[in-house]
């Protein structure tokens, strides 16, 4: 009558798309332990049944030999006390198997219901669990903002925070293939760096910088360097003009117009030099100035700055710039989320405490935060709420049905003795209360 659990369940057989169930943790132990506690139930439950029918036969015999009428009532309790017994034992056992073997119809209703249990748990928990208004009241009482602020203004928990996103961001770019990145920097930064004309917003740059005057310590540079060069480079300017000079002029007339010529050179550049107003500079500044607006107006000037750019970007320098960028950023990156004295490192547990510490005293950034938080949860139950759900009905449906059965019943099957024993003690009760009615009726 009563079937009990083995002390070690033997693997299910699985077929097709079945799973067998994991165990949990350590589950070989905690699992035995409550097989024990089953058996002790089971065989205790057994035992008000197996009292209840002992009682009803001695009785029995007691009454046929003519024992006092008093023990019609301690049969009548026994009998109703062993069918309460017998109908819950009954009502246990079909949840899980067929009792006795007899596939008597609404028995092993785990087994054979176990996808609709799925479904109505998925159900259950998709109105009950996941709706909209649960979801944004539980996160709301909750308060993530201040707990995650309260956390993270440990410099324990900042140190470790920075260490786990260190570690992420390392294997997020070991994961990821160096010419899948490098045609992604070259069709999104490069083309779309290269793609619109740099003509007119280069003209209007530098037509700022010449308005306001910036340019002006990069032309007294070059008006000093000018100048240094003539003046260190005497030798050269007599050679120069000796090479041009007529083969019948005298030597020594090379010489006096080599020296004028140079000493009117250096006068030139020392004026320039000095003279912020020299008609040199000025007519310098308005010809970048007119330089700026034809590279925002002049179409020739425009067609030819796309030359010079399409000319810079086949460089084969700069495509060894472009080829090697992600390679130097990867390195860089590696190593400073490797090194936890790494600047970067550095940086991002200063961030992280910074804001934990924001998150505790702005409540203003705290009630934005938990807004997000509110709003991104509600989106996901809102549209996902089905794609979640069917999570556990699909779960379950792959599950092994006599497997789920005994693993549910390794669970529940404890308290459920309980109802055996209750329906052996309330029956008798119930049993001896009838009998004695109808015999003070009839």
């Not at 002006?216 to 300017?237: F, G, I, P, Q």
């Not at 000796?242 to 002029?249: F, H, Q």
Request: net charge neutral.
């Amino acid at each position: 009558m009563e079937q009990l659990t083995n002390g070690k369940a033997e693997p299910a057989q699985l077929t097709g798309g079945t799973t067998r169930l994991a165990d949990p943790p350590g589950g070989s132990a905690a699992e035995e332990e409550k097989r024990r506690a089953l058996r002790k139930m089971k065989l205790v439950a057994l035992s008000f049944l197996v009292g209840a029918s002992v009682i009803f036969l001695v009785t029995s015999w007691g009454l046929a030999q003519g024992w006092p009428n008093w023990v019609e009532y301690v049969r009548a309790a026994a009998e109703a006390g062993m069918v309460g017994a017998l109908a819950d034992w009954f009502a246990v056992t079909a949840l899980f198997r067929h009792p006795l073997g007899i596939k008597i119809p609404h028995t092993a209703i785990i087994p054979h219901k176990k996808d609709v249990l799925g479904n109505s748990l998925g159900d259950f928990v998709g109105a009950n669990f996941l709706s909209e208004s649960v979801v944004r009241d539980k996160l709301r009482r909750i308060g993530i903002s201040r707990r995650l602020g309260e956390w993270l203004a440990q410099p324990d928990n900042a140190e470790r925070a920075s260490h786990e996103i260190a570690n992420a961001m390392r294997a997020a770019v070991k994961v990821l293939r160096d010419e899948d990145v490098q045609a992604i920097l070259e069709q999104t930064i490069v083309r779309r760096v290269v793609g619109p004309p740099w003509g007119p917003p280069l003209g209007k740059v530098l037509a700022g910088i010449f308005e306001d005057g910036s340019h002006h310590k990069l032309v007294d540079l070059m008006c000093d360097r000018a100048y240094e060069w003539v003046r260190d480079n005497h030798s050269t300017m007599l050679r120069v003009v000796s090479d041009r000079a007529p083969t019948w002029s005298p030597k020594f007339v090379d010489e006096m117009l080599a020296d004028k010529v140079y000493g009117e050179v250096l006068s030139f550049a020392w004026a320039v030099k000095t003279d912020v107003n020299h008609p040199m500079r000025l007519t310098l500044d308005k010809f970048l100035f007119e330089f700026a607006q034809d590279l925002q107006t002049d179409p020739d000037v425009m067609a030819r700055a796309e030359q010079v750019k399409s000319q810079v970007i086949q460089h084969g320098e700069v495509q060894k710039l472009i080829g090697t960028a992600w390679a130097s950023m990867k390195e860089m990156l590696l190593a400073a989320a490797e090194d936890p004295s790494s600047e970067l490192r550095k940086r991002m547990r200063e961030g992280l405490r910074s804001v934990g510490q924001r998150l505790i005293d702005d409540d203003a950034m705290r009630t934005k935060v938990d807004g997000w938080l509110e709003g991104a949860a509600a989106y996901l139950v809102t549209h996902y709420s089905r794609e979640i759900t069917t999570i556990i009905t699909d779960t379950v449906e792959r599950w092994d049905a006599e497997e789920t059965s005994r693993k549910i019943e390794l669970q529940v099957g404890r308290d459920l003795q309980f109802i055996r024993i209750n329906g052996t003690v309330v029956g008798a009760l119930a049993g001896l209360a009838i009998y004695s009615v109808a015999h003070l009726l009839f």
